[in-house]
Protein backbone atom coordinates (compact mmCIF):
# COMPACT_ATOMS: atom_id res chain seq x y z
CA UNK A 1 0.00 0.00 0.00
CA UNK A 2 1.25 3.43 -0.88
CA UNK A 3 2.31 5.55 2.07
CA UNK A 4 -0.54 8.10 1.24
CA UNK A 5 -3.22 5.56 1.70
CA UNK A 6 -1.73 4.06 4.80
CA UNK A 7 -1.19 7.93 6.27
CA UNK A 8 -5.02 8.41 5.43
CA UNK A 9 -6.40 5.23 7.35
CA UNK A 10 -4.33 5.74 10.10
CA UNK A 11 -5.74 9.44 10.84
CA UNK A 12 -8.90 8.01 10.17
CA UNK A 13 -8.67 5.33 12.58
CA UNK A 14 -7.21 7.99 15.42
CA UNK A 15 -10.42 10.02 14.83
CA UNK A 16 -12.80 7.14 15.06
CA UNK A 17 -10.88 6.48 18.42
CA UNK A 18 -12.19 9.81 19.94
CA UNK A 19 -15.55 8.72 21.61
CA UNK A 20 -19.03 10.04 20.11
CA UNK A 21 -19.73 11.84 23.20
CA UNK A 22 -16.44 13.80 23.34
CA UNK A 23 -16.34 14.73 19.83
CA UNK A 24 -16.81 18.84 19.31
CA UNK A 25 -19.98 19.61 17.92
CA UNK A 26 -20.15 21.86 14.88
CA UNK A 27 -21.97 24.69 16.56
CA UNK A 28 -18.98 25.44 19.35
CA UNK A 29 -15.89 24.22 17.67
CA UNK A 30 -13.42 27.08 17.00
CA UNK A 31 -13.14 28.26 13.54
CA UNK A 32 -9.95 27.57 11.68
CA UNK A 33 -8.59 30.98 11.59
CA UNK A 34 -8.97 31.55 15.78
CA UNK A 35 -5.57 31.15 17.34
CA UNK A 36 -5.64 30.78 20.43
CA UNK A 37 -7.76 27.66 21.21
CA UNK A 38 -6.40 27.27 25.10
CA UNK A 39 -9.11 29.82 25.52
CA UNK A 40 -11.48 27.16 24.01
CA UNK A 41 -10.59 24.47 26.91
CA UNK A 42 -11.16 27.31 29.59
CA UNK A 43 -14.28 29.04 28.74
CA UNK A 44 -16.62 26.55 26.45
CA UNK A 45 -19.71 25.15 27.93
CA UNK A 46 -17.92 21.97 26.26
CA UNK A 47 -16.28 21.21 29.77
CA UNK A 48 -17.72 21.29 33.41
CA UNK A 49 -16.87 23.31 35.60
CA UNK A 50 -15.78 20.09 37.41
CA UNK A 51 -13.82 18.40 34.61
CA UNK A 52 -11.70 22.00 34.14
CA UNK A 53 -11.04 22.02 38.10
CA UNK A 54 -9.22 18.31 37.68
CA UNK A 55 -7.65 19.55 34.56
CA UNK A 56 -6.60 22.44 36.13
CA UNK A 57 -5.25 20.55 39.33
CA UNK A 58 -1.78 20.04 39.95
CA UNK A 59 -0.65 16.55 39.87
CA UNK A 60 0.18 16.65 43.52
CA UNK A 61 -2.75 17.77 44.17
CA UNK A 62 -4.70 15.14 42.36
CA UNK A 63 -2.50 12.81 44.04
CA UNK A 64 -3.86 14.16 47.38
CA UNK A 65 -7.22 14.23 46.25
CA UNK A 66 -6.96 10.52 45.14
CA UNK A 67 -5.31 9.46 47.77
CA UNK A 68 -7.95 10.68 50.30
CA UNK A 69 -11.00 9.29 48.41
CA UNK A 70 -12.11 12.97 46.93
CA UNK A 71 -11.63 12.07 43.60
CA UNK A 72 -12.07 8.72 42.30
CA UNK A 73 -9.60 7.27 38.99
CA UNK A 74 -12.00 7.15 36.87
CA UNK A 75 -13.26 10.67 37.16
CA UNK A 76 -9.97 11.95 37.13
CA UNK A 77 -8.89 9.89 33.73
CA UNK A 78 -12.44 10.17 31.99
CA UNK A 79 -11.88 14.35 32.49
CA UNK A 80 -7.95 14.36 31.03
CA UNK A 81 -9.34 11.95 28.09
CA UNK A 82 -12.09 14.28 27.44
CA UNK A 83 -9.49 17.40 27.50
CA UNK A 84 -6.96 15.60 25.51
CA UNK A 85 -9.63 14.20 22.31
CA UNK A 86 -10.38 18.14 22.35
CA UNK A 87 -6.92 18.79 22.26
CA UNK A 88 -6.70 16.79 19.58
CA UNK A 89 -9.62 18.04 17.25
CA UNK A 90 -8.05 21.42 17.77
CA UNK A 91 -4.31 21.06 17.52
CA UNK A 92 -3.60 17.33 16.25
CA UNK A 93 -1.29 16.69 18.94
CA UNK A 94 -1.91 12.90 19.15
CA UNK A 95 -0.59 10.04 17.12
CA UNK A 96 -2.10 6.83 19.86
CA UNK A 97 -5.54 6.86 21.88
CA UNK A 98 -5.99 4.35 24.34
CA UNK A 99 -9.00 6.32 26.59
CA UNK A 100 -11.27 3.04 26.65
CA UNK A 101 -8.05 1.38 27.96
CA UNK A 102 -7.30 4.16 30.34
CA UNK A 103 -10.66 4.38 32.00
CA UNK A 104 -10.53 0.14 32.71
CA UNK A 105 -7.51 0.50 34.49
CA UNK A 106 -8.76 3.57 36.12
CA UNK A 107 -11.64 1.28 37.47
CA UNK A 108 -9.60 -1.27 38.28
CA UNK A 109 -7.30 1.23 40.87
CA UNK A 110 -10.33 2.52 42.46
CA UNK A 111 -11.70 -1.46 43.12
CA UNK A 112 -8.00 -1.88 44.57
CA UNK A 113 -8.76 1.56 46.46
CA UNK A 114 -11.93 0.26 48.08
CA UNK A 115 -10.89 -3.34 49.10
CA UNK A 116 -7.65 -2.50 50.70
CA UNK A 117 -7.86 1.79 51.48
CA UNK A 118 -4.73 1.63 49.81
CA UNK A 119 -3.22 3.29 46.82
CA UNK A 120 -1.34 1.49 44.21
CA UNK A 121 2.14 3.58 44.29
CA UNK A 122 2.68 7.26 44.61
CA UNK A 123 1.38 7.82 40.89
CA UNK A 124 -2.03 6.01 41.80
CA UNK A 125 -4.92 7.06 39.52
CA UNK A 126 -2.53 9.78 37.73
CA UNK A 127 -3.02 10.14 33.65
CA UNK A 128 0.25 10.57 32.29
CA UNK A 129 0.67 11.70 28.69
CA UNK A 130 3.95 9.65 26.86
CA UNK A 131 6.03 10.60 23.27
CA UNK A 132 5.34 8.70 20.58
CA UNK A 133 8.48 7.11 20.39
CA UNK A 134 8.03 4.89 24.05
CA UNK A 135 6.38 1.35 23.51
CA UNK A 136 2.96 0.10 24.62
CA UNK A 137 2.43 -3.14 24.07
CA UNK A 138 -0.43 -3.16 21.64
CA UNK A 139 0.29 -0.21 19.92
CA UNK A 140 2.19 1.48 16.75
CA UNK A 141 5.27 3.44 18.09
CA UNK A 142 6.01 4.74 14.11
CA UNK A 143 8.00 8.09 14.87
CA UNK A 144 5.86 9.24 12.26
CA UNK A 145 7.02 7.06 9.36
CA UNK A 146 4.14 5.32 7.37
CA UNK A 147 6.65 1.96 7.46
CA UNK A 148 5.76 1.63 10.88
CA UNK A 149 1.76 1.62 10.78
CA UNK A 150 0.31 -1.94 11.83
CA UNK A 151 2.88 -3.00 13.43
CA UNK A 152 2.03 -2.61 17.67
CA UNK A 153 4.89 -3.11 20.09
CA UNK A 154 5.49 -6.35 21.62
CA UNK A 155 6.83 -5.01 24.51
CA UNK A 156 7.00 -1.69 27.15
CA UNK A 157 9.71 0.83 27.13
CA UNK A 158 11.34 0.42 30.72
CA UNK A 159 9.51 3.60 31.57
CA UNK A 160 6.29 2.60 30.75
CA UNK A 161 6.78 -0.55 32.56
CA UNK A 162 8.10 1.40 35.61
CA UNK A 163 5.05 4.31 35.24
CA UNK A 164 2.53 1.34 35.25
CA UNK A 165 4.11 -0.25 38.77
CA UNK A 166 3.98 3.53 40.23
CA UNK A 167 0.10 3.30 39.69
CA UNK A 168 0.07 6.02 36.47
CA UNK A 169 -2.71 5.50 34.07
CA UNK A 170 -1.51 5.66 30.70
CA UNK A 171 -4.42 7.47 28.23
CA UNK A 172 -2.45 8.60 25.08
CA UNK A 173 1.02 9.19 23.04
CA UNK A 174 1.70 12.12 21.29
CA UNK A 175 2.28 12.96 17.96
CA UNK A 176 6.65 14.03 16.86
CA UNK A 177 8.48 14.87 13.82
CA UNK A 178 9.95 12.37 11.33
CA UNK A 179 12.73 10.57 13.26
CA UNK A 180 12.03 12.84 15.97
CA UNK A 181 14.54 15.14 13.78
CA UNK A 182 13.07 18.14 12.93
CA UNK A 183 12.43 21.06 15.36
CA UNK A 184 8.61 21.12 14.52
CA UNK A 185 6.77 18.36 15.18
CA UNK A 186 5.33 17.49 11.61
CA UNK A 187 5.69 13.74 9.42
CA UNK A 188 3.72 12.16 6.79
CA UNK A 189 1.62 9.97 8.55
CA UNK A 190 -0.42 12.17 10.90
CA UNK A 191 0.37 15.90 9.49
CA UNK A 192 1.30 18.64 11.86
CA UNK A 193 0.76 19.60 15.41
CA UNK A 194 0.28 23.48 15.73
CA UNK A 195 0.65 25.51 18.84
CA UNK A 196 -2.93 25.90 20.66
CA UNK A 197 -2.08 29.09 22.31
CA UNK A 198 -1.59 30.31 18.47
CA UNK A 199 -1.93 27.82 16.28
CA UNK A 200 -0.22 29.87 13.69
CA UNK A 201 2.63 29.11 15.31
CA UNK A 202 4.80 26.08 15.57
CA UNK A 203 4.87 24.05 18.94
CA UNK A 204 7.96 22.73 18.23
CA UNK A 205 9.70 19.61 17.88
CA UNK A 206 10.27 17.05 18.37
CA UNK A 207 7.66 16.44 21.46
CA UNK A 208 5.76 18.74 20.06
CA UNK A 209 2.53 16.78 20.95
CA UNK A 210 3.20 16.48 24.24
CA UNK A 211 3.78 20.35 24.82
CA UNK A 212 0.05 21.19 22.76
CA UNK A 213 -1.42 18.38 24.30
CA UNK A 214 0.00 20.40 28.30
CA UNK A 215 -0.43 23.98 26.99
CA UNK A 216 -4.21 22.74 25.95
CA UNK A 217 -5.21 21.37 29.31
CA UNK A 218 -5.11 17.52 28.28
CA UNK A 219 -2.15 16.98 30.47
CA UNK A 220 -0.30 18.08 33.69
CA UNK A 221 2.97 15.55 33.33
CA UNK A 222 4.62 14.40 30.02
CA UNK A 223 6.90 12.05 29.19
CA UNK A 224 8.90 12.78 25.94
CA UNK A 225 12.47 12.81 24.53
CA UNK A 226 15.69 15.16 24.31
CA UNK A 227 18.78 14.24 21.56
CA UNK A 228 19.03 18.09 20.49
CA UNK A 229 16.68 20.06 22.41
CA UNK A 230 13.25 17.69 21.61
CA UNK A 231 11.94 18.63 25.39
CA UNK A 232 13.23 22.25 25.89
CA UNK A 233 12.14 23.53 22.69
CA UNK A 234 8.56 22.75 22.77
CA UNK A 235 8.53 23.81 26.18
CA UNK A 236 9.85 27.40 24.75
CA UNK A 237 7.10 27.52 22.09
CA UNK A 238 4.29 26.75 24.54
CA UNK A 239 5.55 28.12 27.29
CA UNK A 240 5.84 24.89 29.67
CA UNK A 241 8.97 23.20 32.11
CA UNK A 242 10.88 20.32 30.65
CA UNK A 243 13.73 18.64 32.20
CA UNK A 244 16.79 17.23 29.94
CA UNK A 245 18.60 15.11 32.49
CA UNK A 246 21.69 13.51 31.96
CA UNK A 247 22.07 10.07 29.99
CA UNK A 248 21.73 7.74 32.72
CA UNK A 249 19.33 9.42 35.19
CA UNK A 250 15.81 7.94 33.79
CA UNK A 251 15.43 4.92 31.52
CA UNK A 252 15.68 5.50 27.70
CA UNK A 253 16.03 1.50 27.20
CA UNK A 254 13.42 -0.06 25.13
CA UNK A 255 12.21 3.27 23.42
CA UNK A 256 11.94 3.85 19.54
CA UNK A 257 14.58 5.42 17.98
CA UNK A 258 15.04 6.20 14.05
CA UNK A 259 18.98 6.25 14.24
CA UNK A 260 19.04 2.83 16.20
CA UNK A 261 22.34 1.63 17.62
CA UNK A 262 23.67 5.59 17.45
CA UNK A 263 25.20 6.82 20.97
CA UNK A 264 27.53 9.07 19.82
CA UNK A 265 25.03 11.73 21.10
CA UNK A 266 22.39 9.94 23.89
CA UNK A 267 18.57 10.79 23.42
CA UNK A 268 17.27 10.79 27.13
CA UNK A 269 13.48 10.79 28.46
CA UNK A 270 12.79 13.48 30.35
CA UNK A 271 9.49 15.59 31.45
CA UNK A 272 7.59 18.48 30.12
CA UNK A 273 4.99 19.92 32.53
CA UNK A 274 2.81 23.13 33.36
CA UNK A 275 5.08 23.49 36.89
CA UNK A 276 8.56 23.39 37.86
CA UNK A 277 6.99 21.44 41.19
CA UNK A 278 5.02 18.88 38.77
CA UNK A 279 8.74 18.28 37.06
CA UNK A 280 10.40 17.73 40.29
CA UNK A 281 7.81 15.44 41.73
CA UNK A 282 7.97 13.27 38.36
CA UNK A 283 11.70 13.16 38.71
CA UNK A 284 11.81 11.99 42.10
CA UNK A 285 9.14 9.33 41.71
CA UNK A 286 10.92 7.80 38.69
CA UNK A 287 14.11 8.09 39.95
CA UNK A 288 13.09 6.62 42.95
CA UNK A 289 11.80 3.42 41.31
CA UNK A 290 15.06 2.60 40.83
CA UNK A 291 15.14 2.65 37.08
CA UNK A 292 19.11 0.96 37.37
CA UNK A 293 17.67 -2.18 38.12
CA UNK A 294 15.60 -2.97 35.19
CA UNK A 295 17.86 -0.75 32.59
CA UNK A 296 21.48 -1.50 32.04
CA UNK A 297 22.46 1.79 31.08
CA UNK A 298 21.07 4.08 34.14
CA UNK A 299 23.10 4.91 37.08
CA UNK A 300 22.42 4.08 40.10
CA UNK A 301 22.03 7.07 41.87
CA UNK A 302 18.93 7.63 44.05
CA UNK A 303 17.29 11.36 44.02
CA UNK A 304 19.17 13.36 45.93
CA UNK A 305 17.22 16.07 48.38
CA UNK A 306 16.90 18.26 49.96
CA UNK A 307 19.94 20.04 48.21
CA UNK A 308 21.39 22.79 50.12
CA UNK A 309 22.22 25.72 47.79
CA UNK A 310 24.66 28.71 49.24
CA UNK A 311 23.69 32.26 48.41
CA UNK A 312 24.40 34.07 46.47
CA UNK A 313 24.60 31.84 43.19
CA UNK A 314 27.38 33.28 40.82
CA UNK A 315 25.49 32.48 37.39
CA UNK A 316 26.94 32.35 33.87
CA UNK A 317 25.24 34.20 31.27
CA UNK A 318 25.55 33.41 27.50
CA UNK A 319 23.87 36.49 25.90
CA UNK A 320 23.97 35.20 22.31
CA UNK A 321 26.26 31.82 20.91
CA UNK A 322 27.63 33.56 18.51
CA UNK A 323 25.39 32.35 15.40
CA UNK A 324 22.15 33.39 15.76
CA UNK A 325 21.30 36.47 18.36
CA UNK A 326 17.71 36.10 20.46
CA UNK A 327 15.25 38.13 18.71
CA UNK A 328 13.41 40.82 20.81
CA UNK A 329 11.63 39.12 23.17
CA UNK A 330 14.13 36.74 24.33
CA UNK A 331 16.89 39.15 24.30
CA UNK A 332 14.93 41.32 26.65
CA UNK A 333 13.75 38.62 28.85
CA UNK A 334 17.48 37.74 29.49
CA UNK A 335 18.06 41.25 30.09
CA UNK A 336 15.47 41.48 32.84
CA UNK A 337 15.68 38.34 34.01
CA UNK A 338 19.64 38.99 34.83
CA UNK A 339 18.77 42.51 36.42
CA UNK A 340 16.28 41.08 38.49
CA UNK A 341 19.08 38.41 39.65
CA UNK A 342 21.80 41.31 40.44
CA UNK A 343 19.50 42.70 42.46
CA UNK A 344 18.72 39.85 44.90
CA UNK A 345 22.56 39.54 45.29
CA UNK A 346 23.30 37.07 42.83
CA UNK A 347 27.19 37.57 40.94
CA UNK A 348 26.70 37.50 36.99
CA UNK A 349 29.72 36.23 35.22
CA UNK A 350 29.70 36.64 31.04
CA UNK A 351 30.15 33.66 29.37
CA UNK A 352 31.53 32.99 26.02
CA UNK A 353 30.18 30.73 23.08
CA UNK A 354 33.74 29.31 23.13
CA UNK A 355 33.45 25.89 20.84
CA UNK A 356 29.84 26.12 20.61
CA UNK A 357 30.23 26.52 16.53
CA UNK A 358 32.46 23.89 16.29
CA UNK A 359 30.50 21.54 18.92
CA UNK A 360 27.32 22.54 16.48
CA UNK A 361 29.82 21.20 13.43
CA UNK A 362 30.41 17.68 15.23
CA UNK A 363 26.96 17.50 16.03
CA UNK A 364 25.57 17.67 12.89
CA UNK A 365 28.13 14.69 11.47
CA UNK A 366 27.55 12.73 14.03
CA UNK A 367 23.75 12.43 13.58
CA UNK A 368 24.81 12.19 9.70
CA UNK A 369 27.70 9.07 9.98
CA UNK A 370 25.41 6.65 8.66
CA UNK A 371 25.02 8.49 5.74
CA UNK A 372 21.45 8.52 6.18
CA UNK A 373 20.83 5.16 5.84
CA UNK A 374 18.47 4.83 8.74
CA UNK A 375 15.77 6.86 7.69
CA UNK A 376 15.95 5.38 4.37
CA UNK A 377 15.57 2.11 5.63
CA UNK A 378 12.25 3.59 7.14
CA UNK A 379 11.27 5.62 4.09
CA UNK A 380 11.57 3.28 1.38
CA UNK A 381 9.44 -0.24 1.94
CA UNK A 382 6.00 2.60 1.33
CA UNK A 383 7.85 4.86 -1.05
CA UNK A 384 7.51 7.36 1.35
CA UNK A 385 9.47 10.84 0.51
CA UNK A 386 12.43 12.61 2.36
CA UNK A 387 10.62 15.61 3.88
CA UNK A 388 12.25 18.71 2.65
CA UNK A 389 13.60 19.29 6.54
CA UNK A 390 14.75 15.90 6.29
CA UNK A 391 17.25 16.85 3.28
CA UNK A 392 20.76 16.84 4.75
CA UNK A 393 19.55 13.29 5.71
CA UNK A 394 18.95 12.20 2.01
CA UNK A 395 22.25 14.14 0.63
CA UNK A 396 24.47 12.58 3.64
CA UNK A 397 27.74 10.85 2.83
CA UNK A 398 28.44 7.33 5.41
CA UNK A 399 31.21 7.93 7.62
CA UNK A 400 33.52 5.35 7.66
CA UNK A 401 34.54 3.95 11.29
CA UNK A 402 37.89 5.59 11.74
CA UNK A 403 36.58 9.20 11.09
CA UNK A 404 33.63 8.72 13.53
CA UNK A 405 36.23 7.70 15.90
CA UNK A 406 38.23 10.64 15.19
CA UNK A 407 34.98 13.18 15.53
CA UNK A 408 34.47 10.82 19.05
CA UNK A 409 37.91 12.17 19.40
CA UNK A 410 36.90 15.67 19.28
CA UNK A 411 34.18 15.64 21.00
CA UNK A 412 35.58 14.75 24.16
CA UNK A 413 38.09 17.77 23.66
CA UNK A 414 35.64 19.86 23.80
CA UNK A 415 33.59 18.49 26.48
CA UNK A 416 36.92 18.22 28.65
CA UNK A 417 37.67 22.32 27.72
CA UNK A 418 34.17 23.34 28.54
CA UNK A 419 34.84 21.94 31.79
CA UNK A 420 37.40 23.25 32.43
CA UNK A 421 36.17 27.13 31.61
CA UNK A 422 33.06 25.76 33.81
CA UNK A 423 35.60 24.94 36.85
CA UNK A 424 37.99 28.20 36.35
CA UNK A 425 34.52 30.04 36.14
CA UNK A 426 33.37 28.53 39.53
CA UNK A 427 29.82 28.99 38.02
CA UNK A 428 27.12 27.31 39.63
CA UNK A 429 24.74 27.47 36.51
CA UNK A 430 24.77 29.00 33.17
CA UNK A 431 21.80 30.64 32.16
CA UNK A 432 20.82 31.37 28.34
CA UNK A 433 18.04 31.50 25.51
CA UNK A 434 16.30 28.03 25.62
CA UNK A 435 15.81 28.97 21.54
CA UNK A 436 16.10 32.36 19.06
CA UNK A 437 12.29 32.37 19.60
CA UNK A 438 9.13 33.42 21.64
CA UNK A 439 6.94 31.86 19.24
CA UNK A 440 7.68 31.36 15.06
CA UNK A 441 5.31 31.06 12.72
CA UNK A 442 4.51 27.09 11.51
CA UNK A 443 7.43 25.94 8.83
CA UNK A 444 9.73 28.69 9.84
CA UNK A 445 11.35 27.13 13.61
CA UNK A 446 15.38 27.13 12.05
CA UNK A 447 17.49 27.02 14.46
CA UNK A 448 18.38 24.49 17.56
CA UNK A 449 21.98 25.47 18.76
CA UNK A 450 20.89 27.31 22.27
CA UNK A 451 20.20 23.37 22.74
CA UNK A 452 21.98 20.85 21.18
CA UNK A 453 24.98 22.01 22.29
CA UNK A 454 24.11 20.97 25.89
CA UNK A 455 23.15 17.38 24.39
CA UNK A 456 26.61 17.07 23.38
CA UNK A 457 27.95 17.90 26.81
CA UNK A 458 25.24 15.81 28.30
CA UNK A 459 24.66 18.53 30.70
CA UNK A 460 21.18 18.35 32.31
CA UNK A 461 18.84 21.69 31.13
CA UNK A 462 15.65 23.10 32.23
CA UNK A 463 13.75 24.85 30.10
CA UNK A 464 11.28 27.53 32.22
CA UNK A 465 9.01 30.55 31.08
CA UNK A 466 9.93 33.79 32.27
CA UNK A 467 7.29 36.36 31.13
CA UNK A 468 4.98 36.81 28.27
CA UNK A 469 5.53 38.96 25.18
CA UNK A 470 2.85 42.01 26.47
CA UNK A 471 3.91 45.10 24.78
CA UNK A 472 4.43 44.92 20.99
CA UNK A 473 6.60 48.38 20.88
CA UNK A 474 8.81 46.69 23.64
CA UNK A 475 9.92 44.05 21.21
CA UNK A 476 10.57 45.62 17.74
CA UNK A 477 12.94 43.93 15.02
CA UNK A 478 16.32 45.54 15.53
CA UNK A 479 16.68 48.49 13.36
CA UNK A 480 20.30 48.62 11.67
CA UNK A 481 21.01 45.12 12.49
CA UNK A 482 24.70 43.75 11.88
CA UNK A 483 23.64 39.61 11.24
CA UNK A 484 26.36 37.19 12.90
CA UNK A 485 25.66 34.91 10.38
CA UNK A 486 23.22 34.39 7.32
CA UNK A 487 20.86 31.80 9.11
CA UNK A 488 20.62 34.66 11.88
CA UNK A 489 20.07 36.95 9.42
CA UNK A 490 17.10 35.31 8.05
CA UNK A 491 15.64 34.52 11.54
CA UNK A 492 16.04 38.09 12.28
CA UNK A 493 13.88 39.30 9.16
CA UNK A 494 11.07 36.40 9.68
CA UNK A 495 10.87 38.17 13.03
CA UNK A 496 7.49 39.78 13.57
CA UNK A 497 6.41 41.67 16.82
CA UNK A 498 3.03 41.03 15.42
CA UNK A 499 3.04 37.62 15.50
CA UNK A 500 4.06 36.42 18.83
CA UNK A 501 2.02 39.23 20.45
CA UNK A 502 0.69 37.27 23.81
CA UNK A 503 3.36 34.48 23.32
CA UNK A 504 5.25 33.15 26.20
CA UNK A 505 9.09 33.40 26.51
CA UNK A 506 11.28 30.86 27.67
CA UNK A 507 14.88 31.04 28.75
CA UNK A 508 17.27 27.80 29.86
CA UNK A 509 19.00 27.34 32.80
CA UNK A 510 21.98 24.43 32.36
CA UNK A 511 24.13 22.62 35.47
CA UNK A 512 26.89 20.24 35.69
CA UNK A 513 26.64 16.63 34.59
CA UNK A 514 24.21 14.28 36.54
CA UNK A 515 23.33 16.94 38.80
CA UNK A 516 19.85 17.28 38.06
CA UNK A 517 18.54 17.89 41.84
CA UNK A 518 20.75 20.91 41.82
CA UNK A 519 19.79 22.33 38.77
CA UNK A 520 15.54 21.87 40.15
CA UNK A 521 16.63 23.35 43.17
CA UNK A 522 18.58 26.70 41.40
CA UNK A 523 16.14 26.88 39.22
CA UNK A 524 13.39 27.49 42.16
CA UNK A 525 15.54 29.67 43.83
CA UNK A 526 15.77 31.59 40.94
CA UNK A 527 12.39 31.85 39.40
CA UNK A 528 11.57 32.98 43.00
CA UNK A 529 14.12 35.60 43.01
CA UNK A 530 13.01 37.06 39.65
CA UNK A 531 9.30 36.94 40.95
CA UNK A 532 9.77 38.80 43.88
Known sequence: MAWESIAARKRQALKDSIPAEWVIPADVLPPNDQGDVVSFYRESAFFTSEEREITSTTAAKILENLSSGLWTAEEVTRAVCKAAGAAQQLTNCLSEIFFDKAILRAKELDAYFRETGKTKGPFHGM???????????GFDTTIGFTSLVD?????????????????????????????????????NTFGRTVNPRNRNLTTGGSSGGEAALIAFGGSR???????????????????????????????????RACLEGQESVNGVIGPIAATLDEIVLCSRTIVDRKPWQFDP??????WREPVEIKRPLRIGVLWNDGVVKPTPPVARALEQTVKRLKEAGHEIVPWKPTDHLEMLGILQQLFLADGGRSVRALLEPTGEPFRAEMKMWESAKELSVYELWQLHCSRNALCKAYLDRWNDAAIDV??????????????????????????????????????????KSLDKAYVDYHAMSDLDAQIQKNYSAESVHGMPVNLQLVGRKLEEETLLTVANLILSDIAA
Do not use: W
Not at 127 to 137: G, H
Not at 157 to 171: K, R
Not at 236 to 241: D, E, Q, R, S
Open 430 to 471: LLCPATPYSGVENTKFAYSGYTCVFNLLDYPAVSFPCGVVSD
Open 297 to 302: KCHPIP
Open 151 to 187: KPAQHNSVIVDILLEAGAVLYCKTNVSTAMMITESVN
Open 221 to 255: IGIGSDIGGSLRIPAACTGLFALRPSCGRFSNFLA
Open 127 to 137: PISIKDNLNVV
